[in-house]
Nanobody, 126 residues
Framework: QVQLVESGGGLVQSGGSLRLSCAVS????????VGWFRQDPGKAREGVSR???????DYAESVKGRFTISRDNATNTLYLQMNNLRPEDTAFYFC????????????????????WGQGTRVTVSA
């Protein structure tokens, strides 16, 4: 059974840092494109960062230089280190992957993401 479980969200002041984790089971993160997305109620979902199987990474312009995506193959976990957080970073953050089946699709930068975690809330106060 495929599961993605995010953790690490919370309340932080502007300029602060958080590290999000995504514990994965049912597939191997090293063998799939994985990504982080965010969404606030009433707003559109947006891609934040992704990592491919060759360790290539990609970031949204709004987070470049502040966020870093990484993975630990030994523990099958995906991470998002977020530094210099801003109030506009406030959202629910989700990890996701493409497995080629499922019904909850989101297309970002050439890839359909079809399996998602439940999300973790990040709130950045001014």
């Amino acid at each position: 059974q495929v599961q993605l479980v995010e953790s690490g969200g919370g309340l932080v002041q502007s300029g602060g840092s958080l590290r999000l984790s995504c514990a994965v089971s049912g597939f191997t993160v090293a063998d799939h494109v994985v990504g982080w997305f965010r969404q606030d109620p009433g707003k559109a979902r947006e891609g934040v960062s992704r990592m491919n199987i060759a360790d290539g990474v990609d970031y949204a312009e709004s987070v470049k230089g502040r966020f870093t995506i990484s993975r630990d193959n030994a523990t099958n976990t995906l991470y998002l280190q977020m530094n210099n957080l801003r109030p506009e970073d406030t959202a629910f953050y989700f990890c996701a992957t493409h497995l080629g089946y499922g019904g909850n699709f989101y297309f970002w930068r050439g890839m359909y993401y079809d399996h998602w975690g439940q999300g973790t809330r990040v709130t950045v106060s001014a």
